[in-house]
């Protein structure tokens, strides 16, 4: 039977984000998976700056030119995450006090990390997650210093670096009606002073019950109106419950120590395994819809152990959000996602 990449191929890329571990090639068995189901990769870490550019006048290489060959031996487009992001900074970068500062830092940064994969890597989140949920835009160091004028700016760098690279922007619940109308206005207003925006990435984040159908369709079709590429860069699906939706006494015990808050620490029951096979489904069903305005579908890892939701917003959860168990099984959902393929 066919993988996933192989049954998607004709529609869209269909991508995963790797651990350093995973670009290892350690285990034999996790990376025939890899090459066998995904033609796209994603750093989950390693290329964000932290890691990239530990202090001012010194880059580290090693693991993103490991992760770079990897995709290169492979075969894979390989996407670039991240340029600029408030998050997962080196600590020195949190101390850029003013646009002098902070101009040169931009230049150096993205001129220099970019040029080096000039021809290697495929695309780039450009900017990652510059938004808050109203749709204003989020306080950072970048805001601080330069003011929103570091949006452009960081796109403009970007294409001079590497005209032929997709460059995008990056941020999750953008599918939400007032973050979306933020992401579109800010889109228009870099492309209007001048940058080059190539795509919007949907991270995907998401729930078995949001965001609607609706609202997943009406955002590939208000961003790819917008003349852009339209990317789902960090899929996944919590199937467990959020704290900050408890209600009444269990407020007080919103985190760790609430049973309630972990409730399958051995196994997801079938009920709920067909209910993230379901969710799944009618996704792909509509991204198959629109695979015409959809380049990548990227997964946030390939298997649940190694899904960064066992550890948020609670640590030490067992969650189910991917298409492949801890022991790299097929779950229900996999199938359900490659049935939509076969029965046509
Ligand atoms: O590497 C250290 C390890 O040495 C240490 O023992 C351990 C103790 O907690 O921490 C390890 O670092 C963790 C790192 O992941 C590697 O596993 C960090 O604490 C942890 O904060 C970090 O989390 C990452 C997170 O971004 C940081 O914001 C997740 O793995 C990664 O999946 C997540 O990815 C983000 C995307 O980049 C942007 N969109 C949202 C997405 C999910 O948050």
Do not use: C
Not at 230 to 252: H, Y
């Amino acid at each position: 039977s066919l993988t996933l990449k192989e049954a998607y191929k004709n529609d869209f890329l269909i991508g995963t984000a790797l651990s350093a571990d995973q670009i290892g090639e350690k285990n034999r068995k996790e990376d025939s998976l890899i090459k066998k189901e995904f033609n796209a990769i994603t750093a989950e870490n390693i290329m964000k700056s932290m890691f990239m550019h530990p202090q001012k006048d010194k880059y580290d290489f090693t693991l993103s030119d490991k992760f770079v060959a990897y995709g290169k031996k492979n075969n894979m487009f390989v996407h670039g995450h991240t340029l600029i992001w408030h998050s997962q900074l080196a600590p020195w970068m949190e101390k850029i006090a003013d646009s002098t500062e902070m101009k040169a830092f931009m230049q150096d940064h993205i001129n220099t990390i970019v040029s080096k994969y000039k021809g290697k890597i495929n695309s780039w989140d450009v900017v990652n997650e510059a938004l808050n949920e109203d749709g204003t835009l989020r306080k950072s160091v970048f805001l601080n210093t330069l003011g929103e004028k570091y949006l452009v700016d960081a796109f403009k760098l970007a294409a001079k670096a590497d005209p032929n690279v997709d460059l995008y922007y990056n941020d999750y619940n953008i599918e939400e009606p007032a973050k979306r109308a933020g992401a579109i206005a800010l889109i228009k207003k870099i492309k209007a002073q001048g940058g080059k925006v190539d795509g919007v990435g949907i991270q995907g984040h998401w729930r078995l019950g949001s965001p609607s159908l609706e609202e997943i369709e009406k955002s590939i079709l208000e961003y790819s109106a917008l003349g852009i590429k339209v990317a789902f860069t960090e899929l996944d699906i919590t199937v467990l419950p959020n704290p900050w939706d408890l209600k009444g006494a269990d407020v007080n015990q919103k985190f760790e120590g609430n049973p309630k808050m972990n409730p399958y620490p051995e196994k997801l029951p079938d009920s709920v395994q067909k209910k993230l096979a379901d969710r799944y489904a009618s996704i792909f069903k509509l991204f198959l819809k629109h695979k015409d305005k959809i380049s990548r579908v990227t997964f946030w890892g390939v298997h649940d152990k190694q899904s960064w939701l066992n550890d948020w917003p609670i640590k030490g959860r067992t969650n189910y959000p991917l298409l492949f168990d801890t022991e790299l099984k097929h779950k229900e959902a996999y199938n359900s996602v490659l049935e939509l393929k076969s029965s046509k």
